[in-house]
């Protein structure tokens, strides 16, 4: 059986010596740390875009949300008059009006 030899170190010094090679590790060092756009970078703008994704996603929900309530609203007085009596406290002239708060209970 015959076994693959190691790089030798005459092999791996001419390796280094070479301009190329050389050069080519330079501009990968510089890329890699020292750009303007280096992989820090990269993986900070990437985290950043992922997360105003989702917010975009969040607040794209709450709008059509809202839209479909407010159609609701604008459509059909019983819904407009529950709304307004359930988050504004309104009523009617001959009503009273009780709010009941349930205490948490802790633990």
Do not use: C, G
Request: net charge positive; no cysteine.
């Amino acid at each position: 059986m015959k076994f693959i030899e190691p790089i030798s170190m005459k092999r791996l010094i001419n390796l280094v010596k070479n301009k190329f090679f050389l050069v080519t590790m330079a501009f990968l060092v510089w890329m890699i740390f020292f750009d303007k756009n280096d992989l820090f970078s990269q993986y900070e703008y990437r985290r950043q875009v992922n997360k105003l994704k989702q917010e975009r996603d969040f607040y794209k929900k709450e709008i059509d949300q809202v839209t479909k309530e407010l159609d609701e609203l604008t459509s059909n007085p019983q819904k407009l008059e529950k709304f307004a009596r359930e988050k504004y406290l309104m009523k009617k002239d001959n009503e009273d009006v009780y709010v009941i708060v349930h205490e948490k209970k802790e633990k």
